[in-house]
C-alpha cells in the first residue's frame, strides 16, 4: 500500500502530490511549520491525509520543543495548533485532529506529565490517528463494496484513495474492496479542474493497482451518464453537515445532479471524523477559495488572457436530497441523516433485531 505519510522519529516524510504522476518524490518536513506549509501547498491533500499531518505535526513540534515548563510547553502547543488550524478552512478532520491531539495533551498536564512525557504522548496519539484512519479506510472499503454490483462502471471526481488518506482510501477503498472481492470494476476518473486530481492522482493510484481506469475531462460526464457508461457515483468527501449536506472537491455537485437526472446512486464514502454534527446544514460550510494561479495555468503555460477576473472556490456542496447513501467505517446512513448520521456517530452499529427500521440505517455485514 502506497505510504502518503510516514512518522520517521524526528521528522514527518510525506510523498509530494503536485508531482505526481511524473515524479515520485517525498518531501521530508522537520518543524511543525514545515508540515504546515506541506499542508497549504497542497503537497499533501485529501481530508483524512490532512488532519493525519496536522496531528504529525503538531506532535513533531513538541517533539523539538525547548520548553523547561508545562506553561511554556502549553503555549508552544497551542502556538503548533493555531499554525495547523490556519491550514485549510474546509476540511473538518484537520479540526478533528487537533482537539483529539489538544485533549491528550490536556490529560496528560492534568496528570502532571513532564514536558518530555507530554511530547511522548502526544506522538503516540498522532500514529494512533495515523493507524485509525488505515483501519477505518479498510472497514469503510468493505461496506461500500456491498453497494457495488458484480458487475459495474463507476465514476468518481477527485481523489479520494490512498493520497487523500493514510492509505487505502475512502471512495476508493469502496473501489478496491469490490476488485478484492472478485467484482468486475471498471472506472470513470474525472480529470477534477483546476488542480486535476483525478487525471493526475486518481488515474495513478488505479493503474498501479490494475484496475480498469479511463479518464475523462469533467464535462464528459453527463454524456457518458445518458449512453449507460456510468452504474453508480462513488466519491469522498472533506465534511458532511447534520442533515447530509456534502462539501467535496469543486464539482461534485454536478455529478450528484446529473446523477439524480439519470437514476445513477450517488454515493459518499467518509470516515466518521468528516461528519460534522455541530454544522447543521452546508450553507454553513467555509469553501476555501484559491490562488487564481491553480486555473489561470497548467504548469507554467498560461490558458487565460491576461486582465479576465479568476474565481477558484475548491469546494461546492452537494445537497442531501441527491446523496443516495454515506458509507462510513461503521456503517452505512441513508435518509433522513439526521437521524442516521448522528446514530452512526453516536456509537457502534446496532445489531441488526435492533438497528432503527425504515431507510434511515443500513446495518451491512463488515468486511471479512
Known amino acids: 500500500m502506497l505510504p502518503t505519510i510516514e512518522w520517521k522519529g524526528d521528522a514527518v516524510a510525506m510523498i ?5 504522476p511524473a515524479a515520485e518524490v517525498y518531501v521530508t518536513c522537520r518543524t511543525a511549520a514545515e508540515v504546515a506549509r506541506a499542508i497549504k501547498s497542497m503537497v499533501i491533500r485529501g481530508a483524512p491525509a490532512i488532519g493525519v499531518a496536522a496531528a504529525m505535526g503538531i506532535a513533531l513540534g513538541m517533539k523539538r520543543s525547548r520548553a523547561t ?3 511554556q510547553c502549553a503555549a508552544e ?19 478533528w485532529a487537533i482537539e483529539r491531539m489538544k485533549r491528550t495533551f490536556a490529560d496528560a498536564a492534568q496528570a502532571g506529565a513532564s514536558v518530555t512525557e507530554i511530547a511522548q504522548r502526544l506522538e503516540a496519539e498522532a500514529l494512533r490517528i495515523h493507524d485509525e484512519d488505515v483501519a477505518s479506510c479498510r472497514a469503510m472499503g468493505g461496506y461500500g ?17 490512498a493520497l487523500a488518506t493514510a492509505g487505502y482510501g475512502t471512495a476508493l477503498g469502496v473501489i478496491r474492496a469490490a476488485v ?13 479542474r483546476p488542480f486535476l486530481q483525478g487525471a493526475r492522482l486518481t488515474a495513478w493510484e488505479l493503474v498501479k493497482d490494475g484496475i480498469d481506469t479511463t479518464v475523462i475531462t469533467d464535462n464528459m460526464a453527463a454524456a457518458m451518464m445518458r449512453q449507460g457508461g456510468v452504474d453508480l457515483v462513488v466519491v469522498g468527501a472533506d465534511r458532511i453537515a447534520a442533515n447530509g449536506d456534502v462539501a467535496n472537491k469543486i464539482g461534485t455537485y454536478g455529478v450528484a445532479v446529473l446523477a439524480r437526472e439519470h437514476g ?21 460550510i467555509p469553501i476555501e477559495e484559491r490562488d ?4 489561470t495555468h497548467v504548469g507554467s503555460a498560461r490558458l487565460t488572457p491576461g486582465g479576465a477576473r479568476v474565481r477558484n472556490p475548491a469546494f461546492d456542496v452537494t445537497p442531501a436530497k441527491y446523496v443516495t447513501a454515506i458509507v462510513t467505517e461503521r456503517g452505512i446512513a441513508r435518509p433522513p441523516y439526521e437521524e442516521s448520521l448522528a446514530a452512526l456517530v453516536a456509537g457502534p452499529a446496532a445489531p441488526e433485531s435492533s438497528a432503527p427500521r425504515g431507510p434511515a440505517y443500513v446495518r451491512r455485514a463488515g468486511p471479512a
Request: overall charge neutral; glycine content about 4%.
Open 16 to 20: 509530494d502530490q503536485r508531482k505526481l
Open 69 to 71: 515548563g508545562t506553561k
Open 77 to 95: 502547543f497551542q502556538k503548533a495548533c493555531d499554525l495547523m488550524a490556519a491550514t485549510r478552512p474546509t476540511a473538518v478532520n484537520l479540526f
Open 145 to 161: 463494496a456491498t453497494l457495488v454490483p458484480e458487475s459495474a462502471t463507476i465514476l468518481t471526481h477527485c481523489n479520494a484513495g
Open 180 to 192: 478484492e472481492q472478485g467484482k468486475r470494476i471498471a472506472v470513470l476518473a474525472d480529470e477534477t
Open 264 to 284: 445513477i446512486p450517488f454515493y459518499v464514502a467518509a470516515p466518521l471524523s468528516t461528519i460534522d454534527l455541530a454544522t447543521p446544514d452546508g450553507s454553513r
Open 292 to 295: 487564481a494561479r491553480e486555473v
